[in-house]
């Protein structure tokens, strides 16, 4: 997958842009598109990293290390409006710090459905979207 957000074909089902709210996240970077394209390209580039630091820290049985990735993670989503995958990490990194493993188990096949849909939906949405979001501010 590319990590530069790009064009796609006009219609980006509902279900899909659910997991990203573009307007609340150029509401942030005051519309600045560019920025935004720029910021989510580096998301894009270290979410497996971040994913792959979390499966790590679960599989490892290390409750205070799944927390802080988890965390992290959490904090990443957010930043880029990613609220679905946010949410899903901020409940695994409360089982991180509840030291309930198998919880955050339990949890992260979900999390990475959720992070792969809203990675495919950030490099999959239109420019006309861009637009219609920018027109929303």
């Known amino acids: 997958m590319d990590a530069t957000p790009t064009s796609a074909p006009d219609a980006v ?9 573009a307007v609340s996240f150029l509401a942030r ?7 935004a394209k720029t910021i ?4 894009l580039a270290h979410l497996p990293k971040q994913l792959d630091r979390l499966a790590g820290s679960i599989a490892a049985g290390e409750g205070r290390q799944v927390e802080a990735a988890a ?3 959490h904090g990443a989503c957010a930043a880029v409006s990613g609220d679905v995958v946010a949410e899903v990490a901020a409940a695994i990194e409360a089982a ?9 188990r339990s949890q992260f096949a979900l999390l990475q459905a959720e992070a792969t849909r809203l990675a495919e939906t950030i490099c999959a949405f239109p420019a006309a979207a861009w637009a219609a979001s920018m027109a929303a501010l």
């Open 13 to 21: 089902a509902a279900e899909e842009t659910a997991v990203f709210d």
């Open 29 to 35: 970077l005051t519309g600045d598109s560019d920025l």
């Open 40 to 43: 989510l390209a580096e998301f």
């Open 71 to 73: 965390h992290a993670l």
């Open 96 to 104: 991180g710090k509840a030291g309930d493993l198998a919880a955050a």
